[in-house]
C-alpha cells in the first residue's frame, strides 16, 4: 500500500538501467508508492524477470523498453515508445551508467565516446524528448544518479570520473527553462554499492576501498 505522504498514485515512472542494481530497487519502490513503470536496458533476458519482481504485489501496470544508450536512435525510441505504451511519463530517473577503466595514457577513443554517449548524452537526450509532455501537464520529476566519483576516485577511472558526475551540473541551468512546470531536477551521487548485492553483502565500512587521495600521495601536506 502507498503511503499517504509519498503516494505516485497516476504517475508513470521511467528507469533507465531498471534490470537490475540500484535501477530495479529504485523502480521497486516506486511502484511500491503506487506509481506505473517503465524500465531499460540492454537486455531482454534481465528486463522481463526484473519486471515482474518490480510489479509484484503492488496492483500497478508496467512494461520493459529494449534500448542500448549508447546509441543516440534508441534513446529517443525509448521516450517514444514509453509515451506510446504508458500515456505519459511523469517522473524520469536517468540511471543507466557504465565504466571501462583504462590508464590514461592507454585510453581508446570509441571507449571514450562510449561512455560519454551513456554517462552523459543519453541523460541531455532523453530528458529533452520527455520534457515537453511535462511541461504541458505542468508536473514532471528528473532524478540524473550521479557518483562519488566525482570527489573520491580510484586507479584506472579516467574515463568514468570526468563524465558520470558531469550529470549533476547539468541539471543546475534546468529550472530557468522549466519553469513552474516541474520542480528543480535532482543529482544523487550513491555510495559505493555493487549491482548484484544482496542486503548484509558489505562489511561496515563499505567505503573503505576509496582512498582519498592516490597512495603516492600519503603523508604530504594539502595545500588549499
Known sequence: MALDIFNLSDKVALVTGGSKGLGKAMARGLAQAGADIVISSRHENELRPALDEILQGTGRRGCYVVADMSRRPETAKLAQ??????????????????????????????????????NLSSIMALTRALIPQMKARRWGRIIHISSVMAFISKEGRHIYSPRRPRSSGWRAPRPWSLGPSASPPTASPPAPFSPTCRPGSFP?????????????????????
Open 204 to 224: 561496515s565500512r563499505s567505503n573503505a576501498s576509496l582512498p582519498r587521495e592516490p597512495p603516492w600521495a600519503a603523508g604530504r601536506t594539502r595545500r588549499n
Open 81 to 118: 515508445t514509453a509515451l506510446e505504451r504508458m500515456g505519459r511519463v511523469d517522473i524520469l530517473i536517468n540511471n543507466a551508467g557504465t565504466n571501462k577503466p583504462q590508464p590514461a595514457d592507454q585510453i581508446r577513443d570509441e571507449d571514450w565516446d562510449a561512455v560519454l554517449e551513456i
